[in-house]
């Protein structure tokens, strides 16, 4: 079975421009979660869906928003991007929203 | 609110040497998960180890061992006979609620082990 998938692996983007990241889960899995690794740093909880809901979000602005669709991969969208957005943007999938977190190979963003 | 602290930012080995990582944490849920995953240089993390708050036993798997100490918050992680492919960042992470009831991880910042041949 395929793991955690993640599209674009890199992307430059200028300031004030708008992203959206990608990331199809484990198949079976119904949760997905949002981490942001600012470089040097850990990652951070961005946030959490659950079948389509959110379940969980992290101290992000509201520049960040995410969704989950019915094959329960999801978007991440950045609006405005400012230059401490350039970060690894991690996707997990879980079964039920649990513990058990399974890692995505990231997406690599930079902003110009 | 959950944290994670390791204290330790970069450690540089000799190889075959032993290397333990620490790791403190601080939380006021009553059952929660400890971990430990590892970052290679491409970036995607690696699950090593998990324990839960009920569980103190301390075990050997292979080439890592952990110390679970609940009554200092600790949970260390010790590879033994260090290898070059043992390079990358270790991070410890605590698991949390969200506001949803479901869990989502609390990192440390990472401590980079650089194992030198």
């Known amino acids: 079975d395929a793991g955690v998938t993640q599209s674009p692996t890199h992307l430059i983007k200028t300031r004030g421009q708008h992203v959206t990241l990608r990331c199809s889960p484990i198949s079976g899995h119904k949760s997905v979660s949002w981490y942001q690794q600012v470089l040097g740093q850990g990652p951070q909880f961005i946030f959490q869906y659950y079948e389509k809901e959110e379940r969980g979000r992290g101290n992000f602005p509201d520049r960040f928003s995410a969704r989950q669709f019915p094959n329960y991969s999801s978007e991440l969208n950045v609006n405005a991007l400012l230059l401490g957005d350039s970060a690894l943007y991690l996707c997990?999938?879980?079964?039920?929203?649990?513990?058990?977190?399974?890692f995505g190979p990231g997406t690599r963003l930079t902003v110009t | 609110a959950q944290k994670v602290t390791q204290a330790q930012t970069e450690i540089s080995v000799v190889e075959k040497e032993d290397v333990t990582l620490d790791c403190v944490y601080e939380t006021r849920d009553t059952t929660y998960y400890l971990f430990w995953y590892k970052q290679p240089p491409s970036g995607e993390l690696v699950f090593l180890i998990r324990?839960?708050?009920?569980?103190?036993q301390n075990e050997i798997s292979g080439r890592y061992s952990w110390n679970f100490q609940k009554s200092t918050s600790s949970f260390n992680f010790t590879i033994t006979a260090s290898q070059v492919v043992d390079s990358a960042v270790y991070f410890c992470a605590l698991s949390g609620k969200t506001q949803g009831g479901s869990e989502k991880l609390v990192f440390g910042k990472g401590m980079k082990l650089t194992v030198n041949p």
């Open positions: 324990r839960n708050s009920f569980d103190e």
């Open positions: 997990a999938s879980s079964s039920e929203g649990g513990i058990w977190q399974y």
